[in-house]
């Protein structure tokens, strides 16, 4: 007799092998820098990590050289275009008018660069020439260029250089964010004075007043600390700028008189004089 239990022995194990496949596929391949795993540099995983949010994104462009090349790139950052096919193709072209597909660069044989601004990602290994280039393989070439404020942009074909012996490639370019050098936060010398300046002002200001107010318990615009001293060099400063703003010579006679004074004539020095004794 059969048990009953191998029917649902084998379905667990048929569940158990397709959760294991989707997994699989749902975890991509990432680029993987030529030569051992332990030659590394630190430079090149950083860059690596630094192009990580392109990774999501899919890039295609659109050829069309008259009626012999009529092609599409399709392109992604470290990962496979097409991740069921295992090819690690991570820049792909197909022939639009055929449907012929060409790997033009892998990212398991990846090369990383930087500048100042900007990244260059390299793809080796691709599908190998036919009579151009000696037969090599293919390789792409991805000029990465700083744009802030863009994730990823205008990704185009600048040429393809087949006409060489060796060392043949093709050139794209694009820009993005994370190309761009960190911002530099440093302030200036200016700054940094101003922002102490403007501090022990704030700190004058407002312990002047609680002192005033709390200690010596003044009222109204008494509370201001050094109240007096600045209201007379407020003063002192109007004069300043009246004195040196004045449009008219010091030395001119004033544009007023008293009321009456055009009337009054000089008095006489003897006018008290019968006043005195004999």
Not at 168 to 176: G, I, P, T, V
């Amino acid at each position: 007799m059969s048990s009953p239990c191998h029917p649902s022995a084998v379905l667990l194990v048929f569940m158990a092998l397709a959760v294991g496949v989707g997994a699989e596929q749902l975890r991509e391949r990432s680029c993987d820098v030529i030569g051992d795993e332990s030659s590394e540099s630190q430079m090149e995983r950083a860059l690596l990590k630094k192009l990580e949010p392109l990774s999501q994104i899919r890039f295609n462009v659109i050829v069309e050289k008259g009626k012999t090349e009529n092609y599409i790139y399709q392109f992604r950052v470290c990962r496979e275009v097409n991740s069921t096919l295992h090819d690690f193709g991570g820049l792909v072209q197909t022939d639009r008018q055929n449907g012929k597909t060409t790997v033009i660069g892998r990212i398991n044989e990846t090369q990383v660069f930087s500048g100042s601004d900007w990244i260059m990602l390299i793809y080796k290994g691709g599908d190998s020439y036919g009579r151009h280039c000696s037969g090599e393989k293919r390789r792409a070439v991805i000029m990465i260029s700083c744009k802030r404020g863009v994730t990823a942009s205008s990704f185009s074909i600048i040429s393809e250089e087949r006409e060489k012996e060796q060392e043949c490639f093709y050139l794209f370019e694009m820009d993005s964010s994370v190309a761009c050098p960190a911002e530099d936060s440093h302030l200036s010398v200016g700054s940094i004075l101003l922002i102490i300046f403007a501090s022990l002002i704030a700190v004058y200001i407002i312990g002047g007043f609680l002192y005033q107010r709390l200690v010596v318990g003044a009222k109204g615009m008494e509370q201001f600390p050094h109240f007096a001293f600045w209201q007379d060099l407020g003063n002192l400063v109007a004069d300043g700028c009246d004195f040196v703003c004045r449009s008219k010579p010091r030395n001119a006679p004033a544009a007023y008189r008293g009321v009456g004074d055009d009337q009054l004539g000089e008095e006489s020095e003897e006018r008290d004089d019968h006043l005195l004794p004999m």
